[in-house]
């Protein structure tokens, strides 16, 4: 179902935007998914925006914080889902990850959270819910449709997952690779894992957005700002998709899927 009341361990359940320019990064997405934007007291003299649809939050976004490395670009983190984030950090540490932001409570009883790296390197949020689950609406347009981690050593990345998180995981064929994995939570896949496709790139979480059609959020992105990465291209059994960059340096990917 689009609408999520809450996510089981190892679902991917939120993602943000850590951006250069704040300002920028609002009226970009704005325009292209239709998003409204709610302010919030992060602490610090920062405001966190919660990103709208259908009177469901679906994102979030926020100015970089000040005490971020210089050149640090701007990035979408992805969350998965915890029972507790305290032992899942204490399985995280044990599983070969490092922790880059310790577990703490978000204001106003939304929930708690932590950051790590996983053995790779690839950075991941982990979120357990307060009065926020996590993303209200997925799978339709301007929502999150999948996540995925590309990395230069996708066994030894999914064997954290699975420490961390209880997940599973399954080798298949997706389009033109003969072997995609896929994290498995309950039966269900729930993210992706495969091989970063360009060499020399750092292992990362890509955030994947439902569009009704991609040529067009191609064109819209484009028209404010933002870069074509990858053009459009089709993915046989899994639906058409482009990789695209904000005005503000941040990747990710627009899709349509078969059943959308």
């Given at each position: 179902?689009?609408?999520?009341?809450?996510?089981?361990?190892?679902?991917?359940c939120w993602?943000?935007?850590?951006?250069t320019?704040?300002?920028?990064?609002?009226?970009?997405?704005?325009?292209?998914?239709?998003?409204?934007?709610?302010?919030?007291?992060?602490?610090q003299?920062?405001?966190?925006?919660?990103?709208?649809?259908?009177?469901r939050?679906?994102?979030g976004m926020?100015q970089?914080?000040?005490?971020v490395?210089?050149g640090?670009?701007?990035?979408w983190?992805?969350y998965?889902?915890v029972?507790?984030?305290d032992?899942?950090?204490?399985?995280?540490?044990?599983a070969?990850?490092?922790?880059v932001v310790?577990?703490?409570?978000?204001?106003?009883?939304?929930?708690r959270?932590?950051f790590?790296?996983d053995?790779?390197?690839?950075q991941?949020?982990f979120?357990?819910?307060?009065?926020?689950?996590?993303?209200?609406?997925v799978?339709?347009?301007?929502?999150?449709?999948?996540?995925?981690l590309?990395?230069?050593d996708?066994?030894?990345?999914?064997?954290?997952?699975e420490?961390?998180t209880g997940c599973?995981?399954?080798i298949?064929p997706?389009g033109?690779?003969q072997?995609?994995t896929?994290l498995?939570?309950?039966?269900?896949?729930?993210a992706?894992a495969m091989?970063?496709?360009i060499e020399?790139l750092s292992?990362?979480?890509?955030t994947?957005f439902?569009?009704?059609?991609v040529?067009?959020?191609?064109?819209?992105a484009?028209?404010s700002g933002?870069?074509?990465?990858?053009?459009a291209?089709?993915?046989?059994?899994i639906?058409?998709?482009a990789?695209?960059?904000?005005?503000?340096?941040?990747?990710?990917s627009v899709?349509?899927?078969?059943?959308?």
């Amino acid at each position: 179902m689009p609408q999520v009341e809450r996510y089981m361990q190892g679902t991917p359940c939120w993602v943000d935007l850590s951006s250069t320019d704040i300002e920028i990064s609002k009226q970009f997405y704005s325009l292209l998914f239709g998003w409204e934007l709610d302010s919030m007291d992060a602490g610090q003299g920062m405001t966190y925006y919660m990103a709208k649809l259908k009177g469901r939050y679906v994102a979030g976004m926020m100015q970089q914080m000040p005490d971020v490395p210089e050149g640090m670009p701007s990035y979408w983190a992805n969350y998965l889902a915890v029972d507790s984030v305290d032992q899942a950090a204490e399985r995280a540490v044990a599983a070969g990850g490092a922790i880059v932001v310790l577990p703490d409570a978000v204001p106003n009883g939304s929930g708690r959270m932590f950051f790590a790296t996983d053995p790779t390197g690839a950075q991941i949020g982990f979120w357990e819910a307060g009065s926020h689950p996590g993303s209200g609406l997925v799978n339709e347009p301007g929502t999150m449709i999948w996540n995925e981690l590309q990395t230069d050593d996708v066994p030894k990345a999914v064997s954290f997952y699975e420490a961390v998180t209880g997940c599973t995981s399954n080798i298949r064929p997706a389009g033109d690779l003969q072997e995609y994995t896929e994290l498995v939570v309950d039966g269900r896949a729930v993210a992706g894992a495969m091989k970063l496709p360009i060499e020399g790139l750092s292992p990362f979480w890509m955030t994947y957005f439902n569009v009704d059609q991609v040529e067009r959020a191609v064109e819209q992105a484009v028209e404010s700002g933002g870069h074509v990465i990858s053009p459009a291209f089709d993915v046989p059994g899994i639906g058409r998709m482009a990789v695209l960059m904000d005005p503000a340096g941040a990747a990710f990917s627009v899709m349509t899927g078969l059943s959308a």
